[in-house]
T-cell receptor
Framework: NAGVTQTPKFRVLKTGQSMTLLCAQDMNHEYMYWYRQDPGMGLRLIHYSVGEGTTAKGEVPDGYNVSRLKKQNFLLGLESAAPSQTSVYFC???????????FGSGTRLTVV | DAKTTQPTSMDCAEGRAANLPCNHSTISGNEYVYWYRQIHSQGPQYIIHGLKNNETNEMASLIITEDRKSSTLILPHATLRDTAVYYCIVRGNSGYALNFGKGTSLLVTP
């Protein structure tokens, strides 16, 4: 049981390039989330999904798009990367209600 | 969701109990108290949560005051591997985001 798997683990992009971060979970969780973590800022919610085919904006959605075509996968896209998007990105999943979240190990993205 | 207040940092000797406090004086009746921790460079890890009763699992115990305005996470026998940032989060069962805040940096020393 792998839990939540994020790929890639590290990436360096040039300003203006695009990329997709993949999150996969094998726990049959309904809900999935993308967070970013910056030094001194804590984790901030980018986008989330409460089911296959549905997505919603979180606290800091600008510059990102997401898709949830399959229940087990949640993709985070950067169409035109900016240095301000240099961060550590965490994906998480959960069941509905009051259950705890399971987080992935993160993707370290640097935009130069 | 209610806001939480935690000390910035704490120390604990290995083998002793680590008691991490959290104030959430504006908590409402349907909001739960969650605890997560983040070991350096890793993803956050769920520890425990509760509504009003004390809770215990294999990782920790959660003590919530009767008025629910504060809580304490107890790691009964801290080890060096418990060194991490611990986040106290208050959240209702209809919300989606977890407001992690700054948390408490716990250092367990030999």
């Amino acid at each position: 049981n792998a839990g939540v798997t994020q790929t890639p683990k590290f990436r360096v992009l040039k300003t203006g390039q695009s990329m997709t971060l993949l999150c996969a979970q094998d726990m049959n969780h309904e809900y999935m989330y993308w967070y970013r973590q910056d030094p001194g800022m804590g984790l901030r919610l980018i986008h989330y999904s409460v089911g296959e085919g549905t997505t919603a904006k979180g606290e800091v959605p600008d510059g990102y798009n997401v898709s949830r075509l399959k229940k087990q996968n949640f993709l985070l896209g950067l169409e035109s990367a900016a240095p301000s998007q240099t961060s550590v990105y965490f994906c998480a999943s959960s069941l509905p209600g009051t259950r705890g979240y399971t987080f992935g190990s993160g993707t370290r993205l640097t935009v130069v | 969701d209610a806001k939480t207040t935690q000390p910035t940092s704490m120390d604990c000797a290995e083998g002793r109990a680590a008691n991490l406090p959290c104030n959430h004086s504006t908590i409402s009746g349907n909001e739960y108290v969650y605890w997560y921790r983040q070991i350096h460079s890793q993803g956050p890890q769920y520890i425990i949560h509760g509504l009003k009763n004390n809770e215990t699992n294999e990782m920790a115990s959660l003590i919530i005051t009767e008025d629910r305005k504060s809580s304490t996470l107890i790691l009964p026998h801290a080890t060096l591997r418990d060194t991490a940032v611990y986040y106290c989060i208050v959240r209702g069962n209809s919300g989606y985001a977890l407001n992690f805040g700054k948390g408490t940096s716990l250092l367990v020393t030999p």
